[in-house]
């Protein structure tokens, strides 16, 4: 069964802080990746596709990269506002599968 | 302006079968590339993608919920609806619809509805 895993599955840290949260595809899935960013009581938000292309009013202290199987979503200074869950999600092929999301707090 | 709203039943009977409506402004689904899809949340929990429809009709499921899934269109309404059958407290969730063009990334999505699961 194709699976998307995700690591870690909460962290927290400082304002700030550099945050980087890891995507594993089962298969390769070349770079047709997408971050969604899911804050508390929210709809889901489309942050990134295509792996490291920004959806529209994405600030830049978000960054993505990898393919294959491999990918980061990297926040490179943690402000209070990225309190939330963020999920990849494949779409090279059916299953269009969500990982299982890492939760990140203000420390 | 893309807009999606869900609509439909925020209790169910074990058993019974969860009929949801996706109400749409701002696109057409007879655009070629442009689909619709369906996403759950459990409480508390991860999304879960479950059916998409292409404005060609074709469409996708998740193989957990195939058997169990039908999704349709009409396109003079600018709907989409999404059956599940012989639902059961585990199926208990937030259900999204949202849209897509090109391919399988979501990035407009409705407010979710909510659906529990009880007798």
């Known amino acids: 069964d194709f699976q998307m895993t995700q690591s870690p599955s909460s962290l927290s840290a400082s304002l700030g802080d550099r945050v980087t949260i890891t995507c594993r595809a089962s298969?390769?899935?070349?770079?047709?990746l997408a971050w969604y960013q899911q804050k508390p009581g929210q709809v889901p938000k489309l942050l990134i596709y295509?792996?490291?292309t920004f959806h529209s009013a994405v600030p830049s202290r978000f960054t993505g990269s990898g393919s294959g199987t491999h990918f980061t979503l990297t926040i490179s200074s943690l402000q209070p506002e990225d309190v939330a869950t963020y999920y990849c999600?494949?779409?090279?092929?059916?299953?269009?599968?969500f990982g299982p999301g890492t939760k990140v707090h203000i420390k | 302006q893309i807009t999606l709203k869900e609509s439909g039943p925020t209790l169910v009977k074990p058993t019974q079968t969860l009929t949801l409506t996706c109400t749409f402004s701002?696109?057409?689904?007879?655009?070629?590339?442009?689909?619709v899809g369906w996403i759950r949340q459990p409480p508390g929990k991860a999304l879960e993608w479950l059916a998409l429809?292409?404005?060609?009709?074709?469409?996708r499921y998740s193989p957990s919920a195939k058997t169990r899934i039908t999704i349709t269109k009409d396109t003079s309404k600018n709907q989409v609806v999404f059956l599940m059958t012989n639902m059961d407290p585990v199926d208990t969730a937030t259900y999204f619809c949202?849209?897509?063009?090109?391919?399988?990334?979501?990035?407009?999505w409705g407010q979710g509805t909510p659906v529990t699961v009880s007798s």
């Open positions: 949202a849209h897509i063009d090109g391919y399988e990334k979501f990035d407009y």
């Open positions: 701002g696109f057409s689904l007879t655009n070629s590339g442009v689909g």
């Open positions: 429809i292409y404005w060609n009709d074709d469409k």
């Open positions: 298969q390769d899935i070349s770079n047709f």
């Open positions: 295509d792996a490291s």
């Open positions: 999600q494949n779409y090279n092929s059916a299953p269009f599968t």
